[in-house]
Protein backbone atom coordinates (compact mmCIF):
# COMPACT_ATOMS: atom_id res chain seq x y z
CA UNK A 1 0.00 0.00 0.00
CA UNK A 2 1.46 3.32 -1.28
CA UNK A 3 -0.35 5.81 2.03
CA UNK A 4 1.59 7.70 4.30
CA UNK A 5 4.61 8.90 2.48
CA UNK A 6 5.24 11.68 4.37
CA UNK A 7 3.96 14.62 6.05
CA UNK A 8 4.12 17.87 3.94
CA UNK A 9 3.76 21.30 5.82
CA UNK A 10 3.61 23.21 2.93
CA UNK A 11 2.98 22.94 -0.80
CA UNK A 12 3.97 25.67 -2.81
CA UNK A 13 1.87 26.63 -6.17
CA UNK A 14 3.89 27.91 -8.50
CA UNK A 15 1.92 29.37 -10.83
CA UNK A 16 4.10 30.13 -13.58
CA UNK A 17 3.20 30.24 -17.12
CA UNK A 18 5.05 27.79 -17.91
CA UNK A 19 7.11 29.46 -21.10
CA UNK A 20 10.19 30.61 -19.19
CA UNK A 21 12.19 27.61 -17.65
CA UNK A 22 13.75 30.11 -15.38
CA UNK A 23 10.77 31.25 -13.51
CA UNK A 24 10.24 27.45 -13.27
CA UNK A 25 13.36 26.51 -11.37
CA UNK A 26 13.18 29.38 -9.06
CA UNK A 27 10.28 27.57 -7.73
CA UNK A 28 13.20 25.07 -5.41
CA UNK A 29 14.19 28.38 -3.45
CA UNK A 30 12.03 28.88 -0.93
CA UNK A 31 11.55 27.11 2.23
CA UNK A 32 8.33 25.07 1.04
CA UNK A 33 8.08 21.53 1.39
CA UNK A 34 7.31 20.80 -1.57
CA UNK A 35 6.41 22.45 -4.84
CA UNK A 36 3.67 22.31 -8.04
CA UNK A 37 3.80 23.48 -11.66
CA UNK A 38 1.33 24.76 -13.77
CA UNK A 39 -0.84 22.89 -16.91
CA UNK A 40 -4.15 24.22 -15.72
CA UNK A 41 -6.05 27.23 -15.34
CA UNK A 42 -2.59 29.47 -15.03
CA UNK A 43 -0.95 28.28 -17.86
CA UNK A 44 -2.37 29.55 -21.43
CA UNK A 45 -3.57 27.42 -24.04
CA UNK A 46 -0.45 29.05 -26.54
CA UNK A 47 1.95 27.92 -24.00
CA UNK A 48 0.77 24.20 -23.26
CA UNK A 49 3.53 22.34 -25.21
CA UNK A 50 6.63 24.81 -24.23
CA UNK A 51 5.32 24.65 -20.31
CA UNK A 52 5.23 20.90 -20.42
CA UNK A 53 8.75 20.44 -22.03
CA UNK A 54 10.09 22.75 -19.93
CA UNK A 55 8.41 21.38 -16.38
CA UNK A 56 9.82 18.21 -17.79
CA UNK A 57 13.15 19.18 -18.02
CA UNK A 58 13.04 21.15 -14.79
CA UNK A 59 11.72 18.05 -12.88
CA UNK A 60 14.41 15.83 -14.25
CA UNK A 61 17.21 18.45 -13.22
CA UNK A 62 15.66 19.68 -9.49
CA UNK A 63 13.10 16.99 -9.04
CA UNK A 64 15.49 15.12 -6.46
CA UNK A 65 16.12 18.03 -4.51
CA UNK A 66 12.34 18.21 -2.90
CA UNK A 67 8.72 16.40 -3.70
CA UNK A 68 7.45 18.12 -7.01
CA UNK A 69 3.63 17.91 -8.36
CA UNK A 70 1.84 19.23 -11.22
CA UNK A 71 -1.32 20.36 -11.61
CA UNK A 72 -2.80 18.85 -14.35
CA UNK A 73 -5.37 19.59 -17.00
CA UNK A 74 -8.60 18.03 -15.97
CA UNK A 75 -8.96 14.10 -16.32
CA UNK A 76 -12.12 13.97 -19.15
CA UNK A 77 -9.65 16.89 -21.00
CA UNK A 78 -7.96 14.86 -24.12
CA UNK A 79 -4.51 17.21 -23.01
CA UNK A 80 -4.44 15.30 -19.72
CA UNK A 81 -2.94 12.45 -22.31
CA UNK A 82 -0.68 15.01 -23.50
CA UNK A 83 0.20 16.27 -19.70
CA UNK A 84 0.67 13.11 -18.43
CA UNK A 85 3.50 11.74 -21.33
CA UNK A 86 4.87 14.87 -20.64
CA UNK A 87 5.98 14.55 -17.09
CA UNK A 88 5.41 11.06 -15.85
CA UNK A 89 9.54 10.04 -14.62
CA UNK A 90 11.44 9.17 -11.58
CA UNK A 91 11.58 12.12 -9.88
CA UNK A 92 7.68 13.34 -10.62
CA UNK A 93 6.14 12.68 -7.11
CA UNK A 94 3.04 13.13 -7.88
CA UNK A 95 0.10 14.77 -9.83
CA UNK A 96 -2.53 17.03 -8.20
CA UNK A 97 -5.59 16.64 -10.38
CA UNK A 98 -8.34 19.59 -10.13
CA UNK A 99 -11.86 19.79 -10.19
CA UNK A 100 -12.13 15.80 -9.04
CA UNK A 101 -15.91 14.82 -9.32
CA UNK A 102 -16.03 11.35 -8.28
CA UNK A 103 -13.96 8.75 -8.05
CA UNK A 104 -14.33 7.79 -11.32
CA UNK A 105 -12.19 10.40 -11.75
CA UNK A 106 -9.45 8.94 -9.37
CA UNK A 107 -9.93 5.44 -11.18
CA UNK A 108 -9.12 6.80 -14.72
CA UNK A 109 -6.41 8.50 -13.44
CA UNK A 110 -4.58 6.10 -11.93
CA UNK A 111 -5.14 3.39 -14.97
CA UNK A 112 -3.46 6.24 -17.02
CA UNK A 113 -0.77 6.31 -14.72
CA UNK A 114 -0.30 2.73 -14.51
CA UNK A 115 0.47 2.58 -18.11
CA UNK A 116 2.56 5.76 -18.15
CA UNK A 117 4.74 4.37 -15.44
CA UNK A 118 5.34 1.09 -17.02
CA UNK A 119 6.42 2.52 -20.31
CA UNK A 120 8.81 4.70 -18.00
CA UNK A 121 10.45 1.56 -16.32
CA UNK A 122 8.95 3.15 -12.99
CA UNK A 123 7.50 0.80 -10.68
CA UNK A 124 3.35 0.83 -10.07
CA UNK A 125 2.10 3.38 -8.04
CA UNK A 126 5.46 5.30 -7.72
CA UNK A 127 3.53 8.64 -8.82
CA UNK A 128 0.89 9.66 -5.94
CA UNK A 129 -2.83 11.47 -6.72
CA UNK A 130 -3.59 14.46 -5.19
CA UNK A 131 -6.83 15.04 -5.61
CA UNK A 132 -8.06 19.07 -5.87
CA UNK A 133 -11.91 18.63 -4.84
CA UNK A 134 -13.57 21.87 -6.28
CA UNK A 135 -16.82 20.71 -6.95
CA UNK A 136 -20.03 20.59 -4.67
CA UNK A 137 -19.99 16.51 -5.56
CA UNK A 138 -16.56 16.19 -5.40
CA UNK A 139 -16.52 17.40 -1.47
CA UNK A 140 -19.77 15.13 -1.28
CA UNK A 141 -18.10 12.27 -1.94
CA UNK A 142 -14.52 12.83 -0.61
CA UNK A 143 -14.20 9.42 0.58
CA UNK A 144 -15.08 7.62 -2.23
CA UNK A 145 -12.55 9.68 -4.14
CA UNK A 146 -10.17 9.19 -1.48
CA UNK A 147 -10.43 5.13 -1.37
CA UNK A 148 -10.20 4.93 -4.52
CA UNK A 149 -6.33 4.55 -5.19
CA UNK A 150 -4.05 3.86 -2.70
CA UNK A 151 -1.64 6.60 -5.18
CA UNK A 152 -4.29 9.04 -2.81
CA UNK A 153 -1.51 10.29 -0.27
CA UNK A 154 -2.98 14.09 -0.05
CA UNK A 155 -6.41 15.35 -0.46
CA UNK A 156 -7.38 19.21 -0.73
CA UNK A 157 -10.55 21.00 -0.32
CA UNK A 158 -9.83 24.31 -2.57
CA UNK A 159 -12.04 26.18 -0.46
CA UNK A 160 -10.55 29.59 -1.00
CA UNK A 161 -12.22 32.50 -1.64
CA UNK A 162 -14.32 33.47 -4.82
CA UNK A 163 -12.99 30.42 -7.11
CA UNK A 164 -14.75 27.06 -7.95
CA UNK A 165 -15.91 25.73 -4.81
CA UNK A 166 -17.29 28.59 -4.04
CA UNK A 167 -19.67 28.98 -7.28
CA UNK A 168 -20.36 25.51 -6.87
CA UNK A 169 -21.07 24.83 -3.61
CA UNK A 170 -22.46 28.61 -2.99
CA UNK A 171 -20.79 29.89 0.18
CA UNK A 172 -19.64 33.52 0.39
CA UNK A 173 -16.14 33.70 2.00
CA UNK A 174 -15.88 36.01 5.06
CA UNK A 175 -12.32 36.18 6.89
CA UNK A 176 -13.57 34.04 10.06
CA UNK A 177 -14.19 30.96 6.97
CA UNK A 178 -16.85 29.75 9.11
CA UNK A 179 -19.16 29.43 6.22
CA UNK A 180 -16.16 26.32 5.26
CA UNK A 181 -15.77 25.12 8.76
CA UNK A 182 -18.10 22.05 8.11
CA UNK A 183 -16.64 21.36 5.10
CA UNK A 184 -13.62 21.26 5.82
CA UNK A 185 -13.82 19.44 8.63
CA UNK A 186 -15.90 16.27 6.49
CA UNK A 187 -12.76 16.14 4.56
CA UNK A 188 -10.24 15.59 7.14
CA UNK A 189 -12.97 12.58 8.20
CA UNK A 190 -13.35 11.68 4.95
CA UNK A 191 -10.16 11.36 4.24
CA UNK A 192 -8.59 9.56 7.36
CA UNK A 193 -11.40 6.81 7.20
CA UNK A 194 -9.84 6.37 3.87
CA UNK A 195 -6.10 5.37 5.60
CA UNK A 196 -5.03 9.18 4.75
CA UNK A 197 -2.47 9.94 7.41
CA UNK A 198 -1.23 13.73 6.32
CA UNK A 199 -4.61 15.49 5.14
CA UNK A 200 -3.45 18.99 3.34
CA UNK A 201 -5.72 22.48 3.80
CA UNK A 202 -6.31 25.04 1.24
CA UNK A 203 -4.26 28.21 0.57
CA UNK A 204 -5.25 31.47 1.65
CA UNK A 205 -6.02 34.04 -0.67
CA UNK A 206 -5.72 37.07 1.33
CA UNK A 207 -1.63 38.31 1.14
CA UNK A 208 -2.19 41.69 2.54
CA UNK A 209 -3.74 40.06 5.88
CA UNK A 210 -0.92 37.50 7.48
CA UNK A 211 -2.99 37.79 11.01
CA UNK A 212 -5.80 36.29 9.23
CA UNK A 213 -3.76 33.50 7.52
CA UNK A 214 -1.72 32.27 10.65
CA UNK A 215 -6.00 32.42 12.56
CA UNK A 216 -6.78 30.22 9.50
CA UNK A 217 -3.76 27.77 9.74
CA UNK A 218 -3.67 27.10 13.12
CA UNK A 219 -7.64 26.40 13.05
CA UNK A 220 -7.15 23.89 10.24
CA UNK A 221 -4.17 22.16 12.62
CA UNK A 222 -6.83 22.41 15.48
CA UNK A 223 -9.54 20.03 12.86
CA UNK A 224 -6.57 17.89 12.00
CA UNK A 225 -4.76 19.31 8.87
CA UNK A 226 -0.96 18.43 8.91
CA UNK A 227 -0.07 21.50 5.95
CA UNK A 228 -1.57 23.88 3.57
CA UNK A 229 -1.20 25.03 -0.19
CA UNK A 230 0.59 28.14 0.10
CA UNK A 231 1.87 31.42 -1.66
CA UNK A 232 5.40 31.16 -2.75
CA UNK A 233 6.08 34.61 -0.73
CA UNK A 234 8.89 33.73 2.18
CA UNK A 235 7.10 34.97 4.86
CA UNK A 236 3.56 33.16 3.78
CA UNK A 237 5.50 29.77 3.85
CA UNK A 238 7.89 30.88 6.96
CA UNK A 239 4.14 30.58 8.88
CA UNK A 240 2.93 28.08 7.57
CA UNK A 241 5.94 25.81 8.47
CA UNK A 242 5.88 27.56 11.86
CA UNK A 243 2.15 26.50 12.56
CA UNK A 244 2.53 23.25 11.44
CA UNK A 245 6.05 22.11 13.11
CA UNK A 246 5.33 20.75 16.48
CA UNK A 247 6.97 23.73 18.81
CA UNK A 248 9.90 22.12 21.27
CA UNK A 249 7.74 23.34 24.75
CA UNK A 250 5.24 20.72 23.13
CA UNK A 251 7.79 17.85 22.21
CA UNK A 252 9.73 18.30 25.08
CA UNK A 253 6.28 17.58 27.09
CA UNK A 254 5.87 14.78 25.08
CA UNK A 255 9.26 13.32 25.00
CA UNK A 256 8.88 13.27 29.09
CA UNK A 257 5.62 11.51 29.01
CA UNK A 258 6.27 8.97 26.68
CA UNK A 259 9.73 7.73 28.54
CA UNK A 260 7.95 7.59 31.64
CA UNK A 261 4.80 5.74 30.20
CA UNK A 262 7.28 3.24 28.53
CA UNK A 263 9.26 2.73 31.55
CA UNK A 264 6.63 2.04 33.98
CA UNK A 265 4.31 0.41 31.18
CA UNK A 266 1.11 1.77 33.31
CA UNK A 267 -1.01 4.75 34.04
CA UNK A 268 1.41 7.54 36.01
CA UNK A 269 0.91 10.33 38.24
CA UNK A 270 3.01 13.39 36.90
CA UNK A 271 3.15 16.39 38.73
CA UNK A 272 -0.40 16.05 40.85
CA UNK A 273 -2.08 15.00 37.31
CA UNK A 274 -2.58 10.97 35.70
CA UNK A 275 -2.08 10.14 32.52
CA UNK A 276 -3.70 6.85 31.12
CA UNK A 277 -1.46 4.58 29.42
CA UNK A 278 -2.75 5.30 25.94
CA UNK A 279 -1.68 8.52 25.78
CA UNK A 280 1.52 7.10 25.15
CA UNK A 281 0.25 6.16 21.29
CA UNK A 282 -0.99 10.42 20.53
CA UNK A 283 2.70 11.60 22.17
CA UNK A 284 4.98 9.09 20.15
CA UNK A 285 2.04 10.13 16.82
CA UNK A 286 3.86 13.87 17.96
CA UNK A 287 7.22 12.89 18.69
CA UNK A 288 7.20 10.82 15.42
CA UNK A 289 6.07 14.08 13.42
CA UNK A 290 8.19 16.42 14.70
CA UNK A 291 10.85 14.44 14.13
CA UNK A 292 10.46 14.12 10.32
CA UNK A 293 10.95 17.99 10.76
CA UNK A 294 13.83 17.97 13.26
CA UNK A 295 12.73 18.62 16.63
CA UNK A 296 13.34 16.22 19.43
CA UNK A 297 12.90 16.28 22.82
CA UNK A 298 15.75 18.12 25.02
CA UNK A 299 16.88 15.59 27.54
CA UNK A 300 18.60 17.80 29.07
CA UNK A 301 15.58 20.13 30.54
CA UNK A 302 13.91 17.25 32.16
CA UNK A 303 12.38 17.96 34.93
CA UNK A 304 8.86 16.37 35.46
CA UNK A 305 8.27 14.54 39.06
CA UNK A 306 6.56 10.75 39.17
CA UNK A 307 4.26 11.30 42.27
CA UNK A 308 2.58 7.26 41.60
CA UNK A 309 3.07 4.16 38.89
CA UNK A 310 -0.75 2.57 38.40
CA UNK A 311 -3.71 3.16 40.96
CA UNK A 312 -5.80 5.27 38.82
CA UNK A 313 -9.01 3.62 39.27
CA UNK A 314 -8.41 3.20 42.97
CA UNK A 315 -7.31 7.03 43.08
CA UNK A 316 -10.76 7.99 41.17
CA UNK A 317 -13.08 5.79 43.18
CA UNK A 318 -11.57 7.67 46.49
CA UNK A 319 -12.65 10.97 44.37
CA UNK A 320 -8.16 11.81 44.57
CA UNK A 321 -8.06 12.32 40.41
CA UNK A 322 -9.22 15.81 39.63
CA UNK A 323 -7.44 16.10 36.55
CA UNK A 324 -7.16 12.64 34.94
CA UNK A 325 -4.72 12.56 32.51
CA UNK A 326 -6.26 15.75 30.39
CA UNK A 327 -3.39 18.24 30.07
CA UNK A 328 -2.23 19.43 26.62
CA UNK A 329 0.00 21.38 25.29
Not at 146 to 158: H, K
Not at 216 to 229: A, K, M, T, V
Not at 280 to 295: E, K, S, T
Request: aromatic share 8%.
Amino acid sequence: MARNRRPLRSICLNLKEGNDIDELRTAYLSKADAVTHELEDHCPARFKDIARSNIRQVIDERGKEKPTFVRTSTVDDPAFLDDLEAIVSPNLYGVMVPKVRNDEDLRKCDYLLNLMEARAGLRQGAICILPLLETANGHRVAYEIASASDRVEYMISGTNTNGDPARSIGYQWTRECTETLYIRQKIVLDARSAGMQWPVCSNWNAMDDLEGLESFLIQNRQIGYFGSLCSPEPTYIDIVNRVFTPPQEEVDFWGEIVALQEEHDDDVKIDGKWYVRNKLLWGRLRLDLAARFGVRPNLEKRRMKLDQVGGLVKDAEAERVGNAGTAHV
